[in-house]
């Protein structure tokens, strides 16, 4: 008699155990059909509305999603199995608090910057954001979204976070002189962004460091150098520095001394200014607002023409291509009036006996 119950008892185990792998499979087929083939055709039907928010959302919650129909699969499974009432409670705490995390990373996927919702968000409020607020902004959620996560899941599994809060409260004095450095380079992070000295892929200059900005996050900012090197530099120290911002010339200076020789005539050196002030004023790639050209010194081995001037265009390349003909058409003046450069010298003369 005892032998038939356990018998059946344990025929009635491995049927419960049966079931609860039929179910998980079953869970896993239909999310190989759901990704492959009714989550395509949700999506095509989402590009056919007018907004592409809806299309944005499912998006970002596609991996999630995924993940979501193995963990149903497995909690079904368990639930079917004839386990304690204690290891039910477990198993459903631990259930809702994958559904939290699942939930929390589709809210993270959501404010990344490659995430097109939160631009159109962004687009739709009339917020001008540049591309350092943008990037600081959405770490911003996402480090607000881990948070939320870890207090929701902490009081589902019954910490009390009121009381968490404030023993952070009773330490934040220790925290804080803990972490000045950080403190302040978040601080100096936003002084950046608040003051918009410069966005992304501009060209910066400063004591410390010259070169192309890529990234800043809440502790530094990296800044790729014309060498190729990738500096990193605290918030703190760029926001305490005088930072030139070559990207936002409007116009770009060019000035120097045209040296002649001690030999030219008055007459030619007159010659010689009118014909390369002409030559800048027609000259369509310079800005007419300031052009300087004057016999301006009477240097130790020369007689010196300062030239002062600026270009309509801030592009390097463009800039340098625009110098060397200026300079070359220069030397043209210079060879039809027959003037010669100056070369350092020094004359010397020897007293006879």
Request: include cysteine; charge should be neutral.
């Amino acid at each position: 008699m005892v032998t038939n119950w356990l018998i059946n008892v344990n025929n009635e185990v491995w049927y419960n155990i049966l079931i609860s792998l039929v179910i998980f499979t079953f869970f896993i087929i239909f999310r190989k059909i759901f990704s492959t083939y009714i989550f395509r055709i949700i999506i095509k039907i989402a590009k056919k509305t007018p907004s592409d928010i809806v299309e944005n959302i499912l998006l970002a919650f596609e991996k999630p999603l995924r993940v979501f129909f193995i963990v149903i699969g497995i909690y079904f499974a368990l639930v079917f199995l004839p386990l304690d009432n204690n290891y039910n409670t477990l198993i459903i705490k631990f259930y809702r608090s994958i559904l939290i995390i699942l939930i929390g990373w589709g809210l993270y996927n959501l404010a990344s910057t490659s995430s097109a919702f939160f631009v159109k968000i962004t687009r739709r409020l009339e917020i001008e954001l540049d591309r350092i607020l943008l990037p600081f902004i959405s770490k911003l959620l996402q480090v607000v979204v881990i948070v939320m996560i870890i207090s929701v899941i902490a009081s589902e599994w019954g910490y009390n976070v009121g009381g968490l809060v404030a023993g952070l409260g009773l330490g934040g004095l220790a925290f804080a002189l803990a972490a000045q450095d950080t403190i302040s380079n978040f601080f100096g992070g936003i002084v950046i962004i608040t003051e918009k000295p410069f966005s992304i892929n501009d060209w910066i200059k400063t004591p410390s460091v010259e070169g192309i900005i890529e990234d800043i996050t809440f502790r530094s900012t990296k800044i790729r150098t014309f060498s190729q090197a990738l500096v990193t530099v605290p918030n703190s120290t760029l926001a305490n520095e005088p930072i030139t911002n070559w990207t936002r010339m409007g116009k770009r200076q060019i000035t120097f001394n045209l040296r002649l020789a001690y030999s030219t005539p008055r007459d030619k050196i007159k010659i010689c200014v009118e014909r390369i002030s002409c030559l800048l004023k027609n000259h369509h790639e310079i800005d007419q607002e300031i052009i300087i050209v004057h016999f301006n010194e009477f240097n130790e081995s020369s007689l010196d023409i300062i030239l002062y001037f600026f270009t309509k265009t801030t592009v390097w390349l463009e800039y340098l291509c625009i110098r060397e003909e200026i300079n070359l058409e220069i030397m043209k003046i210079l060879e039809q009036e027959n003037v010669q450069i100056a070369l350092p010298s020094r004359s010397i003369y020897l007293e006879q006996g």
